[in-house]
């Protein structure tokens, strides 16, 4: 049997693809969510779920609809307050791997999740920074998870929430690598290893990069040798029907 | 001082118009029903503060409580926008919000020095980002042993923090368990506690992880089952998605919100 996919489903699967057995991976809500969870039962039953509420190796049942469900709690082996994930686990460098979305994103991975316009008198308030900041400067490694849009992918952030490599990609001051991965709905950007420009490495299936340049709010570097990511296998779009439908597995 | 006190009295005794105030519960354990009690009693000008504003605070900012918020992520967990928060910021309805921003870890840290009666806290984070132009609350220190420059918060002291816990004990003492979030913290930063608490209890059972506060550092115990509701109480409740889910309805629209404060007698004053 072969399932169909969208976009989406591509994207998760992509991100869920990248969290290796054994990561410690501090989990938000959303497609991190999801991509964690489907890597949790596929690929990488040892990857260690961190939720910013507190739970540690959380082992949820199902997927939770929010970082707060009473499921993470009820099967970590740890419960921490707020600020011990913060100072001990996140501050200290005890995550491997932390993903974050963002509603702008430029060249150089730096994350805009506070305001569309102007700060003080903005034509879109945010939700704002959350986790992300911490975990931009701190985890060993950042996936960002967002949609590839004119909207999304600009030229200039109207505000720095999280930085990703600085205005000009030389400026990042921080203990971990920042953002190694941009998954999109068109496919995965990396920052080049000279400028830390984001430069588009793979395309998913059927995706061409006219496609990706034309969802690119800046002129797209592309790598001389672009790869095509695997389609989703059979077994990764079931669990990932089944972790949607909140199945408890 | 005779506890429990009635959720009212509570409210009515310890936050005034004009405080700064701190209701906590990190997704769970969200004080809703003193939330609505400090509407009802028509408090107005408060300075909010909460990690995440959540549902709780997006009433209260639709309200017209309050004349500023400190928060650090201001979503509608698992669903979407702050429809009323995102009103008072843009289009100032009811009336200006002024916001200041912080990252989780900011402002769980400025709690923590508020708690320890410090004027600010240390943290290795901020760095390059827009967020340090807030620079009443957000600096630089340099280390006096390594040199390292890091961030600094200052310390949050509210006038009033609330907290809704499982139990209290006869005398007055709290306990809480599962997910505790930045209540230890906000309780000792403030100058007033309150606690709502699901039930008494002769007697805290053995829970591990639990957090337990005893009552002289509280001013004021109100049994309220169910006061957390929509958030939950482990052991008590579970949360109430589709009302987070319907919250997006009711609040995307002027009319449907005030319509459902209303229904709650929670209408909102005139404005001043």
Redesign the interface.
Known sequence: MTESWNSADMMNVAAARELHDGDVCLVG??PPNLAANLARHTHAPGCRLVY????IDAKPRRLP??????D??ATAT??V???E???YW??AGRIDVGFLGAAQIDRFANINT?VIGD?DN????L????????IA??AGRVIVIVKQSLRTFVEQVD?????GY?PTGR?????GAGPTLVITDHGVLEPDPATNELTMTRLHPGVTVEQARAATGWDLKVADSIQTVPVPTDTELDMLRRLRAREVI | MPRPVHLDEAIATHVHDGDTVALEGFTHLIPFAAAHEIARQGRRHLKLVRMTPDVVYDQLIGLGVADELVFSYGGNPGVGSLHRLRDAVEKHWPHKLVVHEHSHAGLANAYVAGAGRLPFAVLRGYRGTDLEQQSDIISRVTCPFTGEELAAVKAVNPDVTVIHAQLADPEGNVMLWGLTGVQREAVLAADRAIVTVEEIVDEFPERTGAVILPEWALKAVSVVPGGAWPSYALGYSTRDNDFYQQWDVVSRDRGAFLAWAKENGLEAAADD
């Not at chain 1, 939700?127 to 911490?134: D, F, I, L, R, V």
């Not at chain 1, 505000?159 to 930085?163: G, Q």
């Open positions: 809500v959303g910013e509420s507190g739970a609809l929010s970082i707060g469900d009473d993470l709690a740890s419960v307050s707020v600020p994930m913060f100072n996140v501050g506070t700060h903005p034509k879109t308030r939700p704002g920074a959350g986790g992300a900041p911490e400067a701190n505000f720095v929430t999280s930085v600085g400026e990042r001051q921080a203990p």
